[in-house]
């Protein structure tokens, strides 16, 4: 069974940077064409792609968010971690990490969430 | 940057036939994907590379496509069926996803 799982803080300061941490399993970001992202969605509205990494390494990010955002893997953990700086309120969002199964394809298996407040 | 272009709501009564469309000027060369989303709940994927079903996912829920404007239909729409649904795709190089603003589907 494929699951994945946000983790990180509820509430970060104006100007901080966010860790978020994806953990999944039955599933190895090591398989050929395999893929993780980070989506998120403010309250009341559309969800929005933030960044995703590849099997081989390869990093994409939003090009409204690039200069904030780095995502990394650590295979051995299964995890993907996500880094978003300088935090404001309108990043308050439920961030989201989701699978696909190539670069270009859509998701299809997504965690729960994980909402983050940005508040001084 | 790259847009798709949802109509921000759709009304059906139950059992009629619901129609959401995308649009993209990408849409011809790449793939769309339609989720349904419940409040308090993490999307959920309905069809995928713009015609094909997830297993699990009810039949009457399908998907089309026609030049820069992709559809996704629900037929003999059910109550259960009240949600939001997004459109996702790539822009033309195929290295940035995006997603639509979300269309509610009202079941009256």
């Known amino acids: 069974q494929v699951t994945l799982r946000e983790s990180g803080p509820a509430l970060v300061k104006p100007t901080q940077t966010l860790t978020l941490t994806c953990t999944f399993s039955?599933?190895?970001?090591?398989?050929?064409?395999?893929?993780v992202s980070w989506i998120r969605q403010p309250p009341g509205k559309a969800l929005e792609w933030l960044a995703h990494?590849?099997?081989?390494?390869?990093?994409y990010y939003s090009t409204s968010l690039k200069t904030r955002l780095t995502i990394s893997k650590d295979t051995s953990k299964n995890q993907v971690v996500l880094t978003m700086t300088n935090m404001d309120p309108v990043d308050t969002a439920t961030y989201y990490c989701?699978?696909?199964?190539?670069?270009?394809?859509?998701?299809?298996?997504w965690g729960q969430g994980t909402m983050v407040t940005v508040s001084s | 940057s790259y847009e798709l272009t949802q109509p921000p709501s759709v009304s059906v009564s139950p059992g009629q036939t619901a129609r959401i469309t995308c649009s993209g000027d990408a849409l011809p060369k790449q793939y769309a994907y339609w989720y349904q989303q419940k409040p308090g709940q993490a999307p959920v994927l309905v069809i995928y590379?713009?015609?094909e079903r997830p297993s699990g996912i009810p039949e009457r829920f399908s998907g089309s496509s026609s030049g820069t404007t992709v559809t996704l239909t629900i037929s003999g729409v059910q109550a259960e069926d009240e949600a939001d649904y997004y459109c996702q795709s790539a822009d033309s190089s195929g290295t940035y996803r995006v997603f639509g603003g979300g269309t509610k589907l009202t079941v009256l």
């Open positions: 590379k713009d015609t």
């Open positions: 989701a699978r696909s199964l190539g670069s270009d394809d859509g998701f299809d298996i």
């Open positions: 990494i590849d099997w081989d390494d390869d990093k």
């Open positions: 039955g599933f190895s970001l090591n398989t050929s064409g395999m893929c």
